[in-house]
């Protein structure tokens, strides 16, 4: 499965910005679609995930209550609303894919190229 991200961008502290995921087709094996963020010098960790079948949802800790991950089932693709961003939100953002509801990174077998959020103070 091909998964392409997109919406990635130099803002301020405080602003909004939208990520979008397009994944090529929906199998099984991507009924996880979840965001994860890398930023300099640190592991990749996860954000949030949405299971495309439910829509149920499920935040790190980070971003609950500021980011909202969303889908479009006609379109194939996931959404990630990014509210009231930090300057530690930084990181390369990447959508990826799995069978299992897990946050594990290790867990998801597809991935996107990523794509740069930086959050200026």
């Known amino acids: 499965v091909q998964l392409v991200e997109s919406g990635g961008g130099l803002v301020q502290a405080g602003d909004s910005l939208s990520l979008s995921c397009a994944a090529s087709?929906?199998?099984?094996?991507?009924?996880?679609m979840a965001w994860f963020r890398q930023a300099p010098g640190k592991e990749r960790e996860f954000v949030a995930f949405?299971?495309?079948?439910?829509?149920?949802?499920r935040y790190a800790d980070s971003v609950r209550g500021r980011f909202t991950i969303s889908r479009d089932n006609a379109k194939n693709t996931v959404y990630l609303q990014m509210n009231n961003v930090k300057p530690e939100d930084t990181a390369v953002y990447y959508c990826?894919?799995?069978?299992?509801?897990?946050?594990?990174?290790?867990?998801?077998?597809?991935w996107g190229q990523g794509t740069q959020v930086t959050v200026s103070s």
């Open positions: 087709r929906r199998t099984f094996t991507t009924n996880i």
């Open positions: 949405i299971i495309w079948t439910s829509g149920g949802t």
């Open positions: 990826a894919a799995s069978a299992f509801l897990t946050t594990e990174s290790g867990r998801y077998d597809d």
